[in-house]
């Protein structure tokens, strides 16, 4: 796979190698995440479960069933955020699920929508789909925000779809269609 180069950043599918540049940005943006995420365990934040996880992506990648980006600085020394294409289906569906996060320390900078910009215009014209779905908590208002100037329109409402910082929560539930943008 190529880099995918946006103005800011970098997304690749990073390497096992680089386990601690992912391992340094769940460490430092763990409270800013935590609202908006599964309660994790003991093991989450150590660097053999994230050199693990970056392997079962680069395998993942490789089969084409998930594409889980990481946008790094030009210079490779920090991660800005995470994209992942999940749930990757093919057949007559060719659709899948996103899920991203952003580096407190970014927000509010206009990063994650050029990030996602560039990653679903690969996932639309590389990868070859048709649907990207990508639910979100109503507290979330940013997350909205985002996926609204994306292109994505709202579908659903789905009463206590996922469990989150321990508890059911509701999600919107959007989706962008290829032929959308």
């Known amino acids: ?6 103005p800011r950043t970098t997304l690749e599918i990073l390497p096992a190698e680089d386990a601690a540049l992912l391992l340094a940005y769940y460490q430092e943006n763990q409270a800013h995440l935590a609202p908006w995420e599964p309660i994790r365990d003991e093991n989450y934040l150590t660097l053999p479960n994230w050199q693990t996880q970056l392997a079962h992506a680069q395998a993942a990648f490789d089969a084409g069933s998930e594409y889980r980006f990481v946008a790094l600085n030009h210079s490779r020394t920090e991660v800005v955020g995470v994209c ?5 289906a093919r057949g007559p569906f060719q659709a899948c ?8 320390k970014y927000e509010g900078q206009g990063l994650m929508q050029d990030i996602l910009e560039a990653a679903l215009d690969y996932m639309f014209h590389e990868v070859g789909l048709n649907r990207v779905m990508a639910n979100y908590m109503p507290a979330n208002e940013r997350s909205g925000h985002v996926l609204e100037k994306l292109g994505f329109e709202k579908e659903g409402y789905a009463r206590r779809y996922l469990k989150i910082a321990g508890q059911w929560e509701d999600h919107v539930l959007t989706a962008r269609v290829k032929a959308d943008k």
């Open 1 to 6: 796979m190529k880099m995918i180069v946006t």
């Open 84 to 88: 992942n294409f999940t749930g990757v």
């Open 97 to 104: 699920y996103l899920g991203y996060s952003i580096a407190k």
